[in-house]
């Protein structure tokens, strides 16, 4: 079945640093991925869509500058989080919208996650 | 802007029962509908889904769910529930943009608890 990796998968990192986490749909190609946030038992919030070849489109109350998304091809769509700080510490979970059907045939499939620990 | 209510926060189910999980939406056109399972510390597995079609679906894991039009609700529901099915368990809803679901606006979860 269709496989998106998310990788690292936990990261710890000192406060002021940059985190980048990968997100790769790894058999078919996918032309919009999505970035969700979760905090400890919570829901996901919806961060981003990312979209191959053009710039995100970031949800109300999310800073840009802040978590950078990057889609540069049909398989890798990256988010950056500069300068992190302890309350970016959170679960970072991708989708990737599978491109290769039609109409409704383009079902999301979510990577495993990422635990992002700011100290 | 759509949103989604699942009402309950816990529920706790014997192993062998019948469980139902509530899950309220608001949209303003056709809601495309999902339910999700998350098992502690992992990504989302999609249990089944809905646009258009027959109001009841058929899952994963024997899981279904019935679309309500009337009542806005996409109830999840399976007969004989199993320890393996302890979880976290979400509903969706997305706006259908012609090639598939946007972005997902999720339920806050509902923690399903199984009694030996």
């Known amino acids: 079945g269709a496989v998106v990796s998310q990788h690292p998968s936990r990261v710890i990192c000192k406060s002021g640093t940059s985190v980048k986490i990968e997100c790769r749909s790894l058999d078919f190609q996918a032309t919009t991925m999505f970035w969700y946030r979760q905090f400890p038992k919570q829901s996901l919030m919806l961060m981003a869509t990312?979209?191959?070849?053009?710039?995100?489109?970031?949800e109300q109350g999310v800073e840009k500058d802040k978590f950078l998304i990057n889609h540069a091809s049909l398989t890798l769509s990256t988010l950056t989080v500069t300068s992190a700080h302890p309350e970016d510490s959170s679960f970072y979970i991708c989708?990737?919208?599978?491109?290769?059907?039609?109409?409704?045939?383009?079902?999301?499939?979510f990577g495993d996650g990422t635990r992002l620990s700011i100290l | 802007a759509q949103s989604v209510t699942q009402p309950d926060i816990h529920i706790t189910v014997s192993e062998g029962a019948s469980l139902e999980l509530r899950c309220n939406y608001s949209y303003g056109a056709t809601p495309y509908l999902f339910w999700y399972v998350q098992s502690p510390g992992q990504g989302l597995q999609l249990l089944l889904k809905?646009?258009?079609?027959?109001?009841l679906v058929q899952g994963i894991k024997g899981f279904e769910a019935e679309f309500k039009r009337s009542q806005s609700s996409f109830n999840l529901r399976k007969p004989s529930v199993h320890w393996s099915d302890a979880a976290e368990y979400f509903c969706?809803?997305?706006?259908?943009?012609?090639?598939?679901?946007?972005?997902?606006?999720f339920g806050k979860g509902t923690h399903l608890i199984i009694q030996p």
């Open positions: 809905y646009f258009s079609g027959d109001t």
């Open positions: 989708s990737a919208r599978d491109a290769t059907g039609a109409g409704l045939n383009q079902p999301q499939h």
């Open positions: 969706a809803v997305a706006p259908y943009s012609g090639g598939g679901a946007d972005g997902l606006t």
């Open positions: 990312s979209n191959e070849g053009s710039k995100a489109t970031y």
